[in-house]
Nanobody, 116 residues
Framework: QVQLVESGGGLVQPGGSLRLSCATSGFTFKNYAMSWYRQVAGKERELVATITPYGDTTNYADSVKGRFTISRDNTKNTIYLQMNSLKSDDTAVYYC?????????WGQGTQVTVSS
């Protein structure tokens, strides 16, 4: 059974930091490119960051470059998103995604709210 479980969301003040985690099971993690997406109610889901299977390449949305860092631990089947200098525009539900060939798996999401 495939599972992707996000954690680490919450309420943080502007300028603060959060670290999201996505623990996975039920598939061969090291084969999959992993990504973080986010979605605000009423808007399309937006790609935030992607990391290749062995972590050698990462890509970021322009809106988060220099503030967010995606990483992975293939020994723990887990990815992370370190989010620094958070802004109110970063408020969203953050989703973990695993993709390989035709397989495309999603987590249930974790809420991040940036507000004073």
């Amino acid at each position: 059974q495939v599972q992707l479980v996000e954690s680490g969301g919450g309420l943080v003040q502007p300028g603060g930091s959060l670290r999201l985690s996505c623990a996975t099971s039920g598939f061969t993690f090291k084969n999959y490119a992993m990504s973080w997406y986010r979605q605000v109610a009423g808007k399309e889901r937006e790609l935030v960051a992607t990391i290749t299977p062995y972590g050698d390449t990462t890509n970021y949305a322009d809106s988060v470059k220099g503030r967010f860092t995606i990483s992975r631990d293939n020994t723990k089947n887990t990815i992370y998103l370190q989010m620094n200098s958070l802004k109110s525009d970063d408020t969203a539900v953050y989703y973990c995604n695993a993709r390989w060939i035709r397989n495309n798996f999603w987590g249930q999401g974790t809420q991040v709210t940036v507000s004073s």
